[in-house]
Nanobody, 128 residues
């Protein structure tokens, strides 16, 4: 059983930065493709960023490209999402997500159907 626990959400003003963390247990991190999704009120859950098992490849939604950075520290079994230049449109619950089926080098924007495990979510609110 894989467990994902997110921390780091909060309330910030537009233009600020936040870093989300996701600690993974129950599985060696290098065996898991990791991603961050987000869900705004009244909207569907959407892919934000992903990182391959190797850590060498990343993918981003167009809406966050150039502002968000996903990274992983396999020694700490932790995945991060650095969010800069935050906008009110970034307000959402952010979910850490894991896919156990892709190979070592694979990364592409994922759909919710491709996710095997979810974290509980952390709220990010950006005020204007």
């Amino acid at each position: 059983q894989v467990q994902l626990v997110e921390t780091g959400g909060g309330l910030v003003q537009a233009g600020a930065s936040l870093r989300l963390s996701c600690v993974v247990s129950g599985r060696t991190l290098s065996t898991v493709l990791m991603a961050w999704f987000r869900q705004a009120p009244g909207k569907e859950r959407e892919f934000a960023a992903g990182i391959s098992r190797s850590g060498a490849r990343t993918a981003y939604a167009d809406s966050v490209k150039g502002r968000f950075t996903i990274s992983r520290d396999n020694a700490k079994n932790t995945v991060y999402l650095q969010m800069n230049s935050l906008k009110p449109d970034d307000t959402a619950v952010y979910y850490c997500a894991a896919n156990l089926r892709r190979d070592y080098w694979y990364i592409a924007p994922l759909s919710v159907r491709e996710i095997d495990y979810w974290g509980q979510g952390t709220q990010v609110t950006v005020s204007s």
